[in-house]
């Protein structure tokens, strides 16, 4: 996208707690209420918008329903005739469908674009939806019977970050434990009310009972119900019809690097200074391309936290520590409200929750409110630059944005 900024005129988010399918509604209806309130928060006709492109990992298996592009035109009549199509990418599904926005409008193919994400899962039993979303990994090759896939491979990562660099149980309890209270002051967050002992973020195995090899209850993300928005612009768009860019959110910069689906073939190069390189490449381009020196002009951060473990494994990539030294740090709350690098302001994907498909165009939508100063409760007091990482797979897809003011860009 850099050079050329893609500005961000404003987007929305479904409520995360709602269980849409007990409301007798579905994917169209998400579709509709989140599209339809996107545009009234960017300050746009729906039928201005030039281009749509939807994000989404598994409508086909949960709700029977594929060619999501053709269903956005029949939830929004306004948008018929507008090009669409859908993109999935694992839970980076949401941040591949902003990147293909920005590439059609820094093209000079279009002026203004809405990116819609959207998952239902809440309507299949957990065992269903869970065998459904194992559908992003190796079928046949990786956590072949396992009843819970993800938790199953990640507690293999788990286990590798612990024989790289030991890892102290009370560090993803930790982390945990601050995404939940971020979460408590986040409006949308699905786990907002949600009430916790402390021994909930323990190795107790009555507070917080193994789910799959180091990974307890409360390191685990949950089954979410969710869509999330956003209205981007070009600069000519900007210059013709406003507002001020100055003033905008902007994203700066992006990163963009896949690898193997094979999780084992990934934690097999042991040579690396990095665990995921493929993940410090990404976020490695987007300070170039953002034009940022590192981690240290970053305000803010939305990280892919499914499981703690990940939260952990993906700050131990942005530059603000080495290896092995996440846990240690969020612990000493380096990482919370009011600390050098607030991370997931809003409880993140364990907290606030994980709708795979909107996940990534959740973390654009709220780095944009966070520079804007439009976060509301969960809003970082002088944030500029925020940095977005989205997680597709076992790191197989990763996806970086930075968020910034035009003034900056």
């Known amino acids: 996208m850099s050079p050329t900024p893609l500005y961000i005129l404003g987007g929305a988010q479904t409520d995360f707690a709602r269980n849409w399918t007990k ?44 060619h999501l592009g053709g269903l956005m035109a029949t939830a929004v009549p306004e948008l018929a005739g507008r090009p669409s199509m859908r993109h999935e990418a694992a839970c980076a599904s949401g941040s591949c469908a902003v990147l293909a926005a920005g590439a059609d409008l820094q093209a000079g193919r279009y ?44 507690a293999e990562i788990a286990d590798a970050y612990a024989a790289r660099y ?46 799959a090899g180091r990974l307890r209850r409360t390191d685990c993300g949950r089954i979410t119900d969710g869509a999330a928005a956003v209205v981007l612009a070009s600069p000519a768009w900007m210059a013709e019809h406003g507002p001020d860019p100055a003033g905008a959110a902007c994203v700066r910069g992006f990163g963009h690097r896949t690898d193997t689906l094979s999780l084992a073939a990934k934690l097999a190069r042991t040579d690396e200074a990095a665990m995921f390189p493929q993940l410090a490449g990404a976020v490695a381009d987007a300070y170039r391309r953002a034009g940022l020196r590192g981690a ?42 009011g600390g050098r690098l607030p991370v997931n302001p809003g409880g993140g994907l364990l907290a606030l929750g994980h709708p ?10 709220d780095a944009a409110r966070q520079v804007t100063g439009r976060a509301g409760p969960i809003q970082v007091e002088g944030a500029r630059t925020a940095l977005t990482v989205n997680v597709g797979g076992s790191f197989t897809t990763v996806v970086t944005t930075i968020v910034g003011r035009g003034a900056d860009a």
Do not use: K, Y
Request: glycine share 12%.
């Open 111 to 154: 002026d203004l674009a809405l990116v819609v994400g959207v998952e239902l899962m809440r309507n299949v039993p957990a065992n269903v939806g869970a065998s459904h979303l194992g559908t992003a990994a190796w079928a046949g090759h990786e956590a072949s019977g396992a009843e819970f896939p993800w938790p199953t491979l990640f």
């Open 356 to 365: 795979v498909g909107a996940t990534g165009v959740r973390m654009v939508l």
């Open 296 to 337: 240290g002009e970053v305000d803010v951060a939305e990280l892919h936290d499914c499981f703690s473990i990940t939260g952990l494994v993906a700050l131990e990539h942005l530059g603000v520590c080495g290896p092995g030294e996440a846990g240690r740090l969020v612990a000493d709350g380096v990482f919370g409200p």
């Open 23 to 66: 409301e007798g509604l579905g994917l169209i209806d998400m579709l509709r209420e989140v599209a339809l309130a996107a545009a009234v928060d960017a300050r746009v006709d729906p039928g201005a918008i030039e281009v749509v492109h939807v994000g989404n990992l598994a409508a086909e298996l949960f709700a029977g329903q594929a």
């Open 166 to 211: 030991r890892l102290d149980p009370a560090h993803p309890g930790a982390f945990a434990a601050g995404a939940f209270a971020n979460a408590a002051r986040n409006p949308l967050a699905q786990a907002r009310d949600w009430d916790f002992a402390p021994a909930a973020f323990t190795a107790d195995d009555t507070a917080n009972p193994p789910v």
